[in-house]
């Protein structure tokens, strides 16, 4: 690790805050930083901040996305903020009645939503869908992830580990609960496998 050049990019070099909890890079290599004090990017030389005077709903961030179309999506304590190509940020829709966003997932049908009030889909009209699977609809997902296959992925303590195929919804066979234990998020793996992460540790799902 000492060889590694570490450079580090905190309140002193203009970071809203010395936490960050979410990070993702767009098109042109700009890193989004999400925190409890507000938004940043950072383009490998300076760090621009966002705040609410520049459109945010709220400064208390958790979590974020990039569209195909450069769209930064911004999860927050109050609902879902838009980062516009052109910088203007404004909320997905003006009347948001489902609390906090934990979990935000891009798909080629909409995107999904992981709120204090269960998981939500939003359509390419910013329409808003409340998925109707009884162990989703007012669950946290604190994991959402697309697998190589298109199929979407939700995990989180409450529900477990379930997957989106053919519309539906169910668990996926041959899962072995007492390896991870109980559920907390999921990400990519190497090639086309899941990494589920649970309080006993890390386990390995294939595409298949």
Same mark, same amino acid.
């Given at each position: 690790?000492?060889?590694? *050049?570490?450079?580090? #990019?905190?309140?002193?070099?203009?970071?809203?805050?010395?936490?960050?909890?979410?990070?993702?890079?767009?098109?042109?290599?700009?890193?989004?930083?999400?925190? *409890?004090?507000?938004?940043?990017?950072?383009?490998?030389?300076?760090?621009?901040?966002?705040?609410?005077?520049?459109?945010?709903?709220?400064?208390?961030?958790?979590?974020?996305?990039?569209?195909?179309?450069?769209?930064?999506?911004?999860?927050?304590?109050?609902?879902?903020?838009? @980062?516009?190509?052109?910088?203007?940020?404004? *909320?997905? @829709?003006?009347?948001?009645?489902?609390?906090?966003?934990?979990? #935000?997932?891009?798909?080629?049908?909409?995107?999904?939503?992981?709120?204090?009030?269960?998981?939500?889909?939003?359509?390419?009209?910013?329409?808003?869908?409340?998925?109707?699977?009884?162990?989703?609809?007012?669950?946290?997902?604190?994991?959402?992830?697309?697998?190589?296959?298109?199929?979407?992925?939700?995990?989180? *303590?409450?529900?477990?580990?379930?997957?989106?195929?053919?519309?539906?919804?169910?668990?996926?066979?041959?899962?072995?609960?007492?390896?991870?234990?109980? @559920?907390?998020? #999921?990400?990519?793996?190497?090639?086309?496998?899941?990494?589920?992460?649970?309080?006993?540790? #890390? @386990?390995?799902?294939?595409?298949?």
């Amino acid at each position: 690790l000492g060889r590694i *050049p570490l450079r580090r #990019i905190g309140r002193s070099q203009g970071m809203p805050s010395g936490q960050a909890h979410h990070l993702v890079q767009d098109a042109q290599g700009i890193f989004w930083i999400a925190t *409890p004090g507000g938004l940043a990017s950072y383009d490998g030389s300076s760090v621009r901040t966002f705040s609410r005077k520049d459109g945010l709903g709220t400064q208390g961030l958790r979590t974020l996305a990039v569209t195909a179309d450069g769209r930064v999506l911004v999860g927050t304590d109050v609902g879902l903020d838009i @980062v516009e190509p052109d910088g203007r940020i404004h *909320p997905l @829709v003006p009347d948001w009645g489902y609390g906090l966003v934990e979990q #935000i997932a891009v798909g080629k049908d909409g995107v999904w939503l992981g709120t204090a009030r269960g998981l939500v889909k939003c359509d390419a009209n910013h329409k808003l869908f409340r998925t109707d699977d009884f162990r989703l609809a007012n669950a946290l997902a604190t994991g959402l992830e697309f697998d190589s296959e298109g199929r979407l992925w939700a995990a989180g *303590p409450q529900f477990g580990l379930l997957m989106r195929e053919n519309d539906r919804w169910r668990s996926p066979e041959n899962w072995d609960w007492t390896k991870a234990g109980s @559920v907390q998020t #999921i990400a990519r793996g190497p090639g086309d496998t899941l990494l589920v992460g649970g309080e006993n540790g #890390i @386990v390995q799902i294939r595409a298949d």
